[in-house]
């Protein structure tokens, strides 16, 4: 796993050690995935939903991103950010439950240790508004490919105001989940398939 392109490009990140709990999103969906953002990365805030190992959002960074938060239940997986972050050249930020947006506009990374529900929530309070949202949760724990998480979340997402007008969600999932070309406020408008890995791409609704 590494750095496609840009400032950092080329370094190396690491995963957790001997552990399942990510599924990195892999090189060659991550470089077609920021082929089609192209210039909508540079300047934006950008938010790494379920982050894992911070590797989409640091490749928004390489890329000109202004800022990134991400967003992380796994105290495993926020030392990893920190570590990969820190083999970029970024600083090790302070970790915390609550998104602060007065911070300090020189600080081009924060670390938000909440769940994907109640980070969507926390983030909502705090009027923080993201031009590009990267959503890679667990895939379906179930059988069936189940898209519960992913439902919730899109359900949030489309009744606030977290992504802007103009802006661009991203859904990774699995092929055989299958996500709604609707919910409420947002329209899928595009589908990049790389074998097994779908990424849907969410607009809102021009109202």
Sequence with gaps: MRVIAGAFKGRRLVAPKGSRIVRPTTDRVKESVFSILRE???DADFLDLCAGTGNIGIEALSRGAKHVTFLERDPRCIRVIEENLRACGLPAL???RYFDATQDPTVSA?????????????LQ???AVFQIIYFDPPYGTG????TELYTTCLARLAENALLSPDGTLLVEHAKQSMM???IG????DRIASYSDTIVSFYRKDKT
Excluded: E, M, W, Y
């Excluded at 924060?110 to 926390?122: E, M, N, P, Y």
């Excluded at 059988?143 to 189940?146: I, L, V, W």
């Excluded at 406020?185 to 899928?188: A, F, N």
């Design 40 to 42: 909508q990365v540079i």
């Design 94 to 96: 302070p970790r915390t």
């Design 110 to 122: 924060c670390l938000l240790r909440r769940d994907a529900v109640k980070g969507i929530s926390c």
């Design 125 to 127: 309070k705090q009027a």
């Design 143 to 146: 059988a069936d490919g189940s």
């Design 180 to 182: 709604p070309d609707q």
């Design 185 to 188: 406020s947002l329209t899928r």
